[in-house]
C-alpha cells in the first residue's frame, strides 16, 4: 500500500531564518506530488505541484520555493522566512490526473515568530 | 477556472440528529467532486468522490453526497451524527482530465461540525 510522510512535524522558526520541509512517498512511482497551505480560517491553497522529477510548477507568487531532487521526494523550502509564512503545511499525491484524487501526508506545523 | 463555496463555517448538531453540510461548486466544464475530513492537527483523509457515474455517492462512516447540476450542488449528509464525526470537512472541485487541471484540487473554505451529546 501507498503511504506518504512529512517531517518534522511541528517547527518553530525566527524570522529570517530558513525552512526545509521533506515529504516522501512510498509504494507508487511517478507520483504527482503537490504542497498546500492551510491558514487559519482560508481552507487549503495550493502552492506548488510536480507531474516528475525537477519539474515544479508554481501556484502563488511568494516566499517559498520547491523542489523534486527524486520521484518520491518533494521539498519545500525557503532562504528567509516571513511572519506570513506560518500555516498547517499539507504534502499530497495523486495517481493520476483523470480523477484528481489525492492523499495526504500528517501535515507539517510552522510557527514563525 | 474552478470554485467552491462552503455555506457556514461552523455547523452544530446533537448526537443522532442529521448531518447536513452544504458545498456549490462553480466550473466551466463538468467538474469532479470530493469531501474531505480533517481531524484535528492531521492531515486530510477522502470521505468520498463523484466522478460522473451515480449521482448518489456513498463514503466511509455513514456519509453520502449527492450531485445536483441544475443546482450546482454537492451536499454531504449523514442520518445520525457520532461524537465521532466531530472534526473540519472540506468540500473540493478539480475539472479532472484535459486543459491544465493537472489533477489540482480547488478547496472550499472548511466547515466545522461540532457534535453534542
Known amino acids: 500500500s501507498q503511504t506518504i510522510h512529512q517531517w518534522p512535524a511541528t517547527l518553530v522558526q525566527p524570522v529570517g531564518s530558513p525552512l526545509s520541509l521533506e515529504c516522501t512517498v512510498e509504494?507508487?512511482?511517478?507520483?504527482?506530488l503537490y504542497w498546500y497551505r492551510q491558514a487559519a480560517g482560508r481552507g487549503l491553497q495550493l502552492l506548488f505541484y510536480?507531474?516528475?522529477?525537477?519539474?515544479i510548477s508554481s501556484e502563488v507568487p511568494q516566499n517559498l520555493s520547491a523542489s523534486r531532487p527524486q520521484d518520491r521526494q518533494f521539498i519545500l523550502s525557503s532562504k528567509k522566512l516571513l511572519l506570513s509564512d506560518s500555516g498547517f503545511y499539507l504534502c499530497?499525491?495523486?495517481?493520476?490526473?483523470?480523477?484528481?484524487?489525492?492523499?495526504f501526508g500528517e501535515g507539517s506545523r510552522l510557527t514563525v515568530l | 477556472a474552478q470554485s467552491v463555496t462552503q455555506l457556514g463555517s461552523h455547523v452544530s448538531v446533537s448526537e443522532g440528529a442529521l448531518v447536513l453540510l452544504r458545498c456549490n461548486y462553480s466550473?466551466?466544464?463538468?467538474?469532479?467532486l470530493f469531501w474531505y475530513v480533517q481531524y484535528p492537527n492531521q492531515g486530510l483523509q477522502l470521505l468520498l468522490k463523484?466522478?460522473?457515474?451515480?449521482?448518489l455517492v456513498k463514503g466511509i462512516n455513514g456519509f453520502e453526497a449527492e450531485f445536483k447540476k441544475s443546482e450546482t450542488s454537492f451536499h454531504l449528509t449523514k442520518p445520525s451524527a457520532h461524537m465521532s464525526d466531530a472534526a473540519e470537512y472540506f468540500c473540493?472541485?478539480?475539472?479532472?482530465?484535459?486543459?491544465?487541471?493537472?489533477?489540482?484540487?480547488?478547496f472550499g473554505q472548511g466547515t466545522i461540525l461540532t457534535v453534542h451529546p
Open positions: 499530497a499525491w495523486g495517481r493520476d490526473f483523470i480523477t484528481g484524487e489525492l492523499f
Open positions: 509504494g507508487t512511482s511517478n507520483p504527482n
Open positions: 510536480s507531474v516528475g522529477i525537477g519539474q
Open positions: 466550473s466551466s466544464v463538468p467538474p469532479y
Open positions: 463523484y466522478t460522473s457515474a451515480a449521482t
Open positions: 473540493a472541485v478539480t475539472t479532472g482530465a484535459g486543459g491544465t487541471s493537472y489533477g489540482k484540487l480547488t
